[in-house]
């Protein structure tokens, strides 16, 4: 088929590659514009962009893709489907209607599960250990459309966001390709979503990444493993806003590791027990411990390293 890929992040990266690589014929990319990164906000284009020009393929990066003048050229190019991966644009009825095959969007969840923005954030802090990812038609409503294919995949023990988030873009990338390659060929057929089991993702925000302390261990923990690496999880300790990498809750942690002895099992929430090597923290539950720690303005290091040098007493606790 024809197709027009609408991509923006790394995550779009394997499903470009793979529509590439593939007997689809990629006339453009829409993508969005440059936006202004680092310190000096210095304009930079997507990872989509990037890729795409180096493939000299066309780039279309509308303000909008409501555009009147993108919406020509969408006609002009007269795509027989457009394949989406995290975009980042909301795609409005009069684009809907240009592909004759549709808009086929590669959404890393199990629909009708995690329709929104954060699906594999969302499915993390829940403590779900199966997810992975599904094509299906755009329509108007949220993540609502009739599914093509879904792709299962069970959540590893110690996954962030960010891992599981890679793993299922290379894993979801063929998944679109046979997607597109069914609905030329008629091999699949697309099926409305069921009407139960639907939950919603909504974009994470930074109280949704604030650490309880009085929460349970394995709770806390899939939280932190869920913010990471974005928004970041955090906690205060001082006043001061500090940012937490992933946790190993205590039973999951065998005796000794990291040189330490037994883990503790008196501290309350929120309170640090500083090691040689570790760093404990009482939760709910089981104490948790801690891997890394990240001050304002300063790069991630252990958590022994922040302690000591922050000189962290025994009893302290944790603000937040």
Same mark, same amino acid.
């Given at each position: 088929?024809?197709?027009?890929? /609408?991509?923006?992040?790394?995550? $779009?990266?394997?499903?470009?590659?793979?529509?590439?690589?593939?007997?689809?014929?990629?006339?453009?990319?829409?993508?969005?514009?440059? /936006?202004?990164?680092?310190?000096?906000?210095?304009?930079?284009?997507?990872?989509?962009?990037?890729? $795409?020009?180096?493939?000299?393929?066309?780039?279309?990066?509308? %303000?909008?893709?409501?555009?009147?003048?993108?919406?020509?050229?969408?006609?002009?190019?007269?795509?027989?489907?457009?394949?989406?991966?995290?975009?980042?644009?909301?795609?409005?009825?009069? $684009?809907?209607?240009?592909?004759?095959?549709?808009?086929?969007?590669?959404?890393?969840?199990?629909?009708?599960?995690?329709?929104?923005?954060?699906?594999? *954030?969302?499915?993390?802090?829940?403590?779900?250990?199966?997810?992975?990812?599904?094509?299906?038609? #755009?329509?108007?409503?949220? =993540?609502?459309?009739?599914?093509?294919?879904?792709?299962?995949?069970?959540?590893?023990?110690?996954?962030?966001?960010?891992?599981?988030?890679?793993?299922?873009?290379?894993?979801?990338?063929? #998944?679109?390709?046979?997607?597109?390659?069914? #609905? %030329?060929?008629?091999?699949?057929?697309?099926?409305? *979503?069921?009407?139960?089991?639907?939950?919603?993702?909504?974009?994470?925000?930074?109280?949704?990444?604030?650490?309880?302390?009085?929460?349970?261990? =394995?709770?806390?923990?899939?939280?932190?493993?869920?913010?990471?690496? %974005?928004?970041?999880?955090?906690?205060?300790? !001082?006043?001061? !806003?500090?940012?937490?990498?992933?946790?190993?809750?205590?039973?999951?942690?065998?005796?000794?590791?990291?040189?330490?002895?037994?883990?503790?099992?008196?501290?309350?929430?929120?309170?640090?027990?500083?090691?040689?090597?570790?760093?404990?923290?009482?939760?709910?539950?089981?104490?948790?411990? #801690?891997?890394?720690? *990240?001050?304002?303005?300063?790069?991630?290091?252990?958590?022994? =390293?922040?302690?000591?040098?922050?000189?962290?007493?025994?009893?302290?606790?944790?603000? %937040?």
């Amino acid at each position: 088929m024809r197709v027009v890929f /609408a991509g923006t992040p790394d995550v $779009a990266l394997p499903s470009l590659r793979a529509l590439l690589d593939s007997g689809h014929d990629v006339l453009a990319v829409l993508t969005r514009p440059d /936006a202004p990164a680092g310190r000096g906000r210095t304009l930079l284009p997507s990872p989509v962009k990037v890729a $795409a020009l180096a493939a000299g393929v066309e780039v279309l990066t509308p %303000a909008r893709p409501s555009d009147p003048a993108f919406l020509d050229r969408l006609r002009e190019l007269a795509p027989d489907a457009c394949p989406i991966v995290a975009y980042g644009g909301l795609i409005r009825p009069e $684009a809907l209607a240009i592909p004759r095959r549709g808009w086929v969007n590669l959404h890393f969840s199990l629909l009708p599960a995690w329709r929104g923005a954060a699906p594999v *954030q969302r499915a993390l802090i829940a403590g779900e250990e199966v997810t992975g990812a599904t094509t299906f038609l #755009l329509e108007e409503g949220l =993540d609502t459309g009739p599914v093509l294919a879904r792709h299962e995949v069970a959540v590893g023990a110690r996954e962030t966001a960010g891992d599981l988030l890679a793993r299922l873009a290379v894993e979801g990338a063929p #998944l679109l390709v046979d997607s597109l390659d069914g #609905l %030329a060929d008629g091999s699949i057929v697309p099926r409305p *979503q069921r009407a139960d089991g639907v939950t919603h993702a909504p974009k994470l925000t930074a109280d949704d990444a604030r650490v309880r302390w009085d929460e349970p261990a =394995d709770a806390l923990g899939a939280l932190v493993r869920g913010c990471t690496p %974005a928004p970041g999880a955090w906690t205060t300790h !001082r006043g001061e !806003r500090i940012k937490l990498g992933p946790v190993t809750p205590a039973p999951g942690t065998p005796t000794g590791s990291s040189g330490a002895s037994a883990p503790p099992t008196h501290l309350a929430p929120g309170e640090i027990e500083p090691r040689k090597n570790t760093v404990w923290v009482g939760t709910g539950t089981a104490a948790v411990e #801690l891997g890394t720690v *990240q001050a304002p303005g300063k790069k991630p290091m252990s958590a022994a =390293d922040w302690a000591r040098g922050r000189r962290v007493g025994a009893g302290e606790r944790f603000e %937040a």
